[in-house]
C-alpha cells in the first residue's frame, strides 16, 4: 500500500495550496481517509476526515472554515484544500487511511493509529 501525498510548498500567510493524496494498493473506496498534521516540534494534530463516500467530513476546530477535504475515488486520491492559511499551518502533511470506520473522536489521540500511513508533505507559510 502507498499513500503519496503532494502539494506542500512555501505560501504567505492569507494564501492558498491544494494537497493531493493518491493511494494504491488497496480499495481506496472502502476507507475513510484522514489528514493529519504535524509542527516541528509538536505532537501530530488532527486536521480533516472524510468517509468512504465522501457523504461525511470532520474538520478539526483549527480548520473549520478555511480547510476543505473531499475525494475522488475514481482517481484513487483525497485532497485537502486550504484557503487562508496562517503561520500556524506550517506543518509536514500526512495522509492515512482507516478501514474499520472508527470513531473520529479516537483520530485525536496519540495512541490512535490507522490502518496506512503516507509520506507527508510540508507545507510552510510565511508571515
Known amino acids: 500500500v502507498q499513500l503519496q501525498a503532494s502539494g506542500g510548498g512555501l505560501v504567505q500567510a492569507g494564501g492558498s495550496l491544494r494537497l493531493s493524496c493518491a493511494a494504491s494498493?488497496?480499495?481506496?473506496?472502502?476507507?475513510?481517509m484522514i489528514w493529519f498534521r504535524q509542527a516541528p516540534g509538536k505532537e501530530r494534530e488532527f486536521v480533516a476526515a472524510?468517509?468512504?463516500?465522501?457523504?461525511?467530513?470532520y474538520y478539526a476546530d483549527s480548520v473549520k472554515g478555511r480547510f476543505t477535504i473531499s475525494r475522488d475515488n475514481a482517481k484513487n486520491t483525497v485532497y485537502l484544500q486550504m484557503n487562508s492559511l496562517e503561520p500556524e499551518d506550517t506543518a509536514v502533511y500526512s495522509c492515512?487511511?482507516?478501514?474499520?470506520?472508527?470513531?473520529?473522536?479516537?483520530?485525536?489521540?496519540?495512541?490512535?493509529?490507522?490502518?496506512?500511513w503516507g509520506q507527508g508533505t510540508l507545507v510552510t507559510v510565511s508571515s
Open positions: 492515512a487511511a482507516d478501514g474499520y470506520d472508527t470513531d473520529h473522536r479516537a483520530y485525536y489521540s496519540d495512541s490512535y493509529y490507522p490502518d496506512y
Open positions: 472524510i468517509n468512504w463516500s465522501g457523504s461525511t467530513t
Open positions: 494498493g488497496l480499495t481506496f473506496s472502502t476507507y475513510t
